[in-house]
């Protein structure tokens, strides 16, 4: 019943699985992407019930069900594939971000928020992976080499403050909003860029040399990256102001826009850079400049389409992961009963509250002494809030794991099973109870 998403585009040249097989995955699939709107929208009342909470639940019955009718075969319609998450979905939630941020907020509170993004990811980073190191043998994960221990640092650094923003009103708290909004796209990119980093590095020789290579490497794409997006945006700007494209079309003027975004993420990506940033730095540029220069119905158009692309795309991550939390097959061969993972996932949660502790409360107490009287404070707070609603871990460390301890969404490979469905726990656990928590 599943169908793998990169067979849709092997269809034509004949290596495909069979049309009708297809057609009734992705018939269902859509189904449940229309199931998940209606009753995100019927359950609005409830603060705590969203589109992605409604997704998650709904993706972990649709597992249940596919599960019972297969006879525990399979508990998905999609093999879900790395390389579609980063190149179709993540592309328009992050460009998106940047586009409808508040940029007089993101830009007033810019250096706590790289502050948060970039040195506390990392400082969370070194925690974790020291962590792991220290506690995941007296677990009997399996064998994990430096290398893993560092990716695993990485995977389980990227928050996911998506759907702490839906429970937090931008009006009612624009500087909480605006450090958890920024520090979470900041974070992702940081996360990924560490992570391609790892992967670039000859961790059999490592020393002083091989670190000083890796923050080099690291500072190099996060720079270039920024610069890049910036730089697209720009460059929007100035095409869609010379050529005035409404003179024929104002629907060149949306193409244009779309596809010069898409560009700046595919262009980051086949320079080795951090996609993440670069759409997301493309996205404040063009909601600054592109935005002004084009009509009023562009206005309009540009803003819903790329809300409703972001919108669906978040909602398709939530749905995977609750039926993928289900595959039986990670799991028989995780380990004979669930208490290894779980136990892993127990480990895993307490090194990322202790990692974060470790640079929300000190960096917090840092910028408040850099701040002057005019500008507020953080407050604790505004702290424990930063803290808790970063614990929260999603789509980034589902893909990042899947891409470090699968092959085209499977693994034989016990350790790395172990990974996966401890990450799927921890993921879905951080998810449910810090929602319900942040809005009791």
Excluded at 89 to 112: W, Y
Excluded at 212 to 217: A, D, P, T, Y
Aim: hydrophobic share 55%; aromatic share 12%; glycine share 6%.
């Amino acid at each position: 019943m599943a169908l793998d998403l990169g067979a849709l585009a092997l269809k034509y040249t004949g290596l495909a699985v069979s049309d009708h097989d297809s057609i009734v995955a992705i018939n269902i699939f859509i189904a449940l992407l229309c199931g998940c709107i209606v009753f995100g929208h019927l359950l609005e009342g409830n603060r705590w019930v969203n589109e992605s909470t409604t997704a998650l639940v709904l993706g972990l019955i649709t597992g249940g069900v596919i599960l019972i009718c297969t006879k525990g075969v399979n508990s998905r319609i999609l093999i879900f594939s790395e390389d579609i998450f980063f190149i179709y979905l993540l592309p328009p939630i992050i460009f998106n971000a940047g586009f409808q941020v508040k940029k007089k907020q993101f830009f007033r509170n810019f250096a706590t928020i790289i502050l948060f993004g970039a040195a506390g990811t990392l400082i969370s980073f070194v925690i974790i992976t020291f962590g792991a190191m220290g506690l995941f043998s007296k677990l009997d994960v399996g064998p994990l080499e430096l290398g893993d221990y560092l990716a695993i640092g990485a995977i389980f650094s990227a928050t996911d403050s998506v759907c702490t923003l839906q429970v937090l009103n931008q009006d009612e708290a624009p500087l909480l909003y605006s450090l958890v909004f920024g520090e979470g796209v900041v974070n992702d990119a940081t996360s990924v860029v560490l992570f391609n980093a790892i992967q670039n590095i000859d961790i059999n020789h490592f020393d002083v040399f091989v670190l000083l290579q890796f923050i080099g490497k690291f500072l190099y794409l996060f720079f270039t990256s920024t610069v890049l997006g910036v730089a697209a945006g720009l460059l929007s700007a100035y095409i869609i102001k010379k050529l005035c494209f409404a003179r024929h079309s104002t629907d060149r003027e949306v193409a244009i826009m779309i596809l010069m975004a898409y560009l700046s993420y595919m262009l980051s990506m086949l320079l080795d850079l951090s996609g993440i940033l670069t759409v997301f730095f493309c996205g404040i540029v063009m909601s600054h400049y592109t935005w002004h220069n084009v009509t009023e119905s562009s206005r309009v158009t540009t803003k819903h389409t790329f809300a409703t692309l972001s919108f669906i795309a978040e909602i398709f991550l939530f749905l995977y992961v609750g039926m993928d939390a289900l595959d039986i097959d990670k799991w028989k061969l995780a380990s004979s009963s669930p208490k290894k993972p779980i136990a892993l996932s127990a480990v895993i949660l307490g090194l990322v509250m202790v990692g974060r502790a470790a640079f929300v409360f000190p960096l917090s107490f840092l910028s408040n002494l850099s701040k002057k009287e005019s500008h507020p404070k953080i407050s604790f707070n505004q702290q424990v809030i930063i803290w808790w609603a970063g614990l929260m871990r999603g789509a980034v460390s589902i893909a990042l794991a899947y891409n470090k301890f699968t092959t085209s969404g499977h693994t034989a490979v016990r350790v790395n099973a172990v990974m996966i469905t401890s990450t799927i726990i921890v993921v879905l656990f951080s998810t449910m109870v810090r929602l319900l928590y942040l809005t009791a």
